[in-house]
């Protein structure tokens, strides 16, 4: 229901209100009108409350619901009179009171819902059933007692296919006095553990698994001690491994794809990987557009102001460009500065094609990354505090050294020679006329080859195989996150996909990120979600049903069998539900030995 935007059409002239309820882990509320002397529901609201707003007092809670409701619903409650209900009866005189007994938080709140409505109306909690549900969602835990199960199994088609087969022997009723209900158990254990009807399973998966969410091993120890149906154990195992919350916040391994080369580079200054990085102040500057050659490994850093689209725009042109003329493709992140249609009107105009890296994935452009590195190394050496003034130095030693996957200096690719440095005493004369040495000149430059990017140590390629093939995928949030955060988000809808790539669907919107922040997600097969016809997407706090059989050693029900012919109480031995063996003496008693003495039976 909260996510359905608007379930009725809005009437222009009916009179509309607003109904909110807050519990202490959430708030809720709900935009109706009256029609045909009825309210009619037009949209639904709910929100969870953080850490700190659960700690406010109750009249706090009522208040925020009130307030978060409307900011909600202002685009269909402006400039209209409506009517506030809520089940708190206090917040009826909120505009009545002195405001000197008001806190800002309060004063705040209330300042902004008199700005729409001052009408506050008391409503029964009885009668506020849909905010109150919407702000009470992990109570909804419906339980099913033992005469609710017993019933379960009396329509149950499977075990009557039990009972008509060999397995009669393993499965007997069993009489609990406490309850005066039969139950169909498997008594060939230690533990009498109860028949599970085929729409209850999943309630009792819900329940077991939901307490702390274990592992497959552990989940089907935890629930074959306790319960016995068909296929028990291979339920288990699909169901925890289609669980959303476990996929959600576990990490089993990160994805990590082969690499791949760019396209071939035919000339220099035809490939340019550009990016920002963050200073110290100095000198009015705080950022420096950073822009690397493919081809020669040239660098440039230019000190910039601020990282707005115009100074970054104006910098590469006035720069780069200047210099080294206008690039066939360039490579940035996703920054706001490269994503601006400026600067998108700026390639366009050049005739560049921009070259997109995907999100929080720098490996893409790698190469001036690793510059970053080298440069921010470089000006900590000298001090760092006045990397302006330093900056044109480190850039010469940068340009002048020696490139191991090259075999030669960025200078001498850009100018054909090396640049003369300081502390040298001897100069290279060259007695050459200057046609011949243009001539030689040109042909050196001309034999140049492009050197692929050099890859320091052999990566190790891990890929999900259901990557291929899984319809839905998590997504790694490689953000700053809180403890409690879970590391993953989704499941999200895949729309296309490539060795390197997916376009997934996130909040109705296409959105293009690296494989290695994704895994695939498992979701149940289209039987098994039809026979339990259970929501995956639910919230990770609702419990789902809860089946209240105690089956534990430490509170045991006295139960007896009885045949499975006769459904009456009539007592053939007194069985106990314990986890201790049953032993039965020559007079036909059945006695319970102390879990001590178990280990010698």
């Not at 708030?27 to 609201?45: C, E, K, M, S, T």
């Not at 406490?178 to 498997?186: G, K, M, S, V």
């Not at 707005?308 to 996703?334: H, K, M, N, Y």
């Not at 510059?371 to 505090?385: D, E, S, T, V, Y």
């Amino acid at each position: 229901l909260a996510d359905a935007a608007i379930l009725a059409h809005p009437v222009p002239n009916a009179l509309i209100s607003i109904v909110v309820d807050a519990s202490d882990f959430s708030i809720g509320g709900a935009l109706q009108q009256r029609v045909n002397n009825a309210w009619q529901p037009l949209a639904f609201y709910t929100k969870t409350l953080n850490s700190a707003q659960r700690k406010y007092s109750a009249y706090d809670r009522e208040l925020y619901a009130i307030y978060s409701a409307i900011r909600y619903f202002r685009h269909m409650v402006e400039g209209r009179n409506f009517t506030i209900f809520t089940d708190h009866k206090p917040l009826i005189y909120a505009f009545n009171q002195k405001l000197d007994k008001c806190s800002p938080r309060q004063f705040r709140h209330l300042d902004f819902i008199s700005q729409f409505s001052t009408d506050i109306q008391h409503i029964k909690g009885s009668e506020n059933f849909v905010a109150d549900a919407l702000s009470r969602v992990q109570s909804i835990s419906p339980a099913v007692d033992h005469v609710s199960l017993a019933a379960a199994q009396e329509k149950d088609k499977e075990l009557r296919d039990w009972l008509s087969r060999e397995q009669q022997t393993l499965i007997k009723k069993v009489y609990f006095p406490e309850y005066n209900t039969n139950l169909y158990c498997d008594t060939t254990g230690a533990v009498i553990r109860p028949f599970v009807p085929l729409h209850l399973r999943r309630a009792v998966f819900n329940s077991l698994h939901g307490l702390s969410h274990p592992g497959i091993r552990a989940t089907q120890h935890l629930i074959t001690s306790r319960f016995v149906w068909p296929a028990i154990n291979k339920d288990c195992r699909e169901w925890t491994r289609a669980c959303i919350s476990c996929q959600r916040c576990k990490v089993t391994r990160h994805v990590s794809a082969p690499v791949q080369q760019f396209e071939n580079m035919a000339d220099r200054f035809e490939h340019v990987h550009l990016d920002i990085i963050s200073m110290s102040y100095c000198q009015g500057y705080r950022y420096c557009l950073t822009c690397v050659d493919r081809f020669s490994r040239w660098p440039e850093v230019i000190p910039i102001a601020d990282m707005e689209a115009v100074t970054v725009a104006t910098a590469f042109l006035s720069t780069w460009i200047a210099c080294f003329g206008i690039p066939s493709r360039i490579t940035t992140d996703q920054g706001r500065q490269f994503e601006s249609a400026l600067f998108a009107e700026l390639c366009n105009l050049l005739g560049t094609k921009r070259i997109r890296t995907t999100s929080y994935h720098p490996q893409a452009n790698g190469l001036v990354e690793r510059f970053h590195r080298q440069l921010k190394a470089a000006i900590k050496c000298h001090g760092g505090n006045n990397w302006v003034a330093t900056l044109p130095i480190v850039l010469l030693g940068i340009r002048t050294a020696i490139k191991e996957d090259l075999a030669t200096t960025a200078a001498e690719l850009v100018y054909g020679t090396s640049l003369r440095l300081p502390a040298e005493f001897f100069l290279t004369r060259n007695d050459n006329p200057t046609s011949k040495f243009v001539v030689d000149l040109k042909k050196r430059m001309s034999d140049i080859k492009p050197t692929p990017v050099r890859r320091h140590g052999e990566k190790k390629v891990f890929v999900f195989k259901e990557l291929t093939t899984s319809p839905y995928v998590f997504l790694r949030r490689d953000a700053v996150r809180g403890l409690s955060d879970p590391p993953y988000d989704g499941p999200y809808k895949v729309l296309e996909r490539d060795e390197k790539s997916f376009i997934i669907e996130v909040n109705d919107k296409k959105c293009r990120v690296s494989i290695d922040r994704l895994k695939p997600a498992f979701t149940l097969s289209e039987n098994i979600a039809e026979q339990d016809q259970f929501d995956e997407s639910c919230d990770d706090d609702e419990q789902g049903f809860t089946i209240q059989v105690k089956c534990d050693a430490g509170n045991p029900v006295p139960a007896v069998i009885v045949n499975n012919d006769n459904v009456n109480s009539n007592v053939s031995s007194d069985v106990s539900l314990g986890n201790s063996r049953l032993i039965t003496t020559r007079s036909g008693r059945s006695v319970r030995f102390p879990d001590r003495f178990q280990a010698g039976l």
